[in-house]
Nanobody, 121 residues
Framework: QVQPVESGGGLVQAGGSLRLSCTAS???????MGWFRQAPGKEREFVAFIAYANGNTRYADAVKGRFTISRDNAKNTLYLQMNSLKPEDTAVYYCNKIVNRGGVVSGWGSWGQGTQVTVSS
C-alpha cells in the first residue's frame, strides 16, 4: 500500500494557527482517518479522528476546543485546523486510517513521513 503524504507544517508562534493536510490513495482513504503526533522524546499519540462519512469525530483532551479535523473525500484529503497553538503542540504530525477499539484509536495503515509543527513561545 502507498503511504499517506502529510503537509502544511511549519514554524508558528504560540497562539497562532496552522492547517495540516494529508492525502492518500482511494483504497487508503475509504476509512475513518486520524491525526497522530510524536513530540521529541515521546511516543506517538492520538490527536483526532473523523469517520469516513457520518461526521463522527473525537479529539484528544490536549487539543479539544483548539483543533478541528475534517475531510474532503472527493479529494482524498484529510485536514487538521490547529488554532491557539501551544509550544507543547510541537511534534511531527502524521495521518493514518484508524481503528477505534474500546476508545483506543490506532493507525493501521502505512505511516508517512509526517509534517513538522514547531510552536515557539
Amino acid at each position: 500500500q502507498v503511504q499517506p503524504v502529510e503537509s502544511g507544517g511549519g514554524l508558528v508562534q504560540a497562539g497562532g494557527s496552522l492547517r495540516l493536510s494529508c492525502t492518500a490513495s482511494d483504497e487508503f482513504f475509504k476509512y475513518a482517518m486520524g491525526w497522530f503526533r510524536q513530540a521529541p522524546g515521546k511516543e506517538r499519540e492520538f490527536v483526532a479522528f473523523i469517520a469516513y462519512a457520518n461526521g463522527n469525530t473525537r479529539y484528544a483532551d490536549a487539543v479539544k476546543g483548539r483543533f478541528t479535523i475534517s475531510r474532503d473525500n472527493a479529494k482524498n484529503t484529510l485536514y487538521l485546523q490547529m488554532n491557539s497553538l501551544k509550544p507543547e503542540d510541537t511534534a511531527v504530525y502524521y495521518c493514518n486510517k484508524i481503528v477505534n477499539r474500546g476508545g483506543v484509536v490506532s493507525g493501521w495503515g502505512s505511516w508517512g513521513q509526517g509534517t513538522q509543527v514547531t510552536v515557539s513561545s
